[in-house]
Structures are given as C-alpha cells and as structure tokens.
C-alpha cells in the first residue's frame, strides 16, 4: 500500500500558473505509475496525466497537452504537477493517485488505482 498526499493547490488568476505536489510513502518500491486526476462540482474523477514510476514515460490528457507538466523525484518519492496558463475549467480538487505493480499503460480510468490521496483544491477564477 502506498500513502499520498498532496499539497500546493489555492486560488490562481485565469492564465497563471500553480505547481502542485504529492508525496508518496510505504509501498513506493512496488510502483508502477502515478496519476494526477481532478474532480469538479457535481462531476466524476477525470484524468489529467500519469508518469511511470521507474521509466519515466508521461501520458496527459489532451485538453492539458502543452499547458501542464508531470515530472517526478523518485529519490524523494515525490510526484510534482506544473500548471500553467490555468483556464477556469481547470478548477476541481487534485487527486494524486497510485498504481501498483504493473499494468499494460498508464491508465486513464479511476478504477485502476488502488491508493489515492486526500485532495487539494484548484480554484481558477478572477
């Protein structure tokens, strides 16, 4: 099992940037990939992006593609999400997410992913 926890989020102007974080801890030498995903008002869990843990590969979702980036520090066990050029629709709570052992891909679906963080909220507004 692995504990997340996330922490960076806050209120940003249309068109700023924020820089997200996860810590990871226990299990993290079982890792396969980690995952940002983000939950708005009232909707599902909708996937941003993924990192393989020990290869490093990236997968995002396109409407971020360009605008945010996953980079990590697997000597910290930390997961980092650089947003930037940040559009209101951006808002939602951000969720860290884990995945252990292995899988075919990064997966885009919720469901795949055994360990989750608490959240950090994203408020994207003028």
């Known amino acids: 099992q692995v504990q997340l926890v996330e922490s960076g989020g806050g209120l940003v102007q249309p068109g700023g940037s924020l820089r997200l974080s996860c810590a990871a801890s226990?299990?993290?030498?079982?890792?396969?990939?980690m995952s940002w995903f983000r939950q708005a008002p009232g909707l599902g869990r909708e996937f941003v992006g993924g990192?393989?843990?020990?290869?490093?590969?990236?997968l995002y979702q396109e409407s971020v593609k360009g605008r945010f980036t996953i980079s990590k520090d697997t000597a910290k066990n930390m997961m980092y999400l650089q947003m930037n050029s940040l559009k209101p629709e951006d808002s939602g709570v951000y969720y860290c997410?884990?995945?252990?052992?292995?899988?075919?891909?990064?997966?885009?679906?919720?469901?795949?992913?055994?360990?989750w963080g608490q959240g950090t909220p994203v408020t994207v507004s003028s």
């Open positions: 226990g299990e993290t030498f079982r890792l396969y990939c």
């Open positions: 997410a884990a995945l252990s052992p292995w899988s075919w891909d990064i997966p885009a679906s919720s469901s795949s992913y055994a360990d």
């Open positions: 990192v393989v843990w020990k290869g490093g590969r990236t």
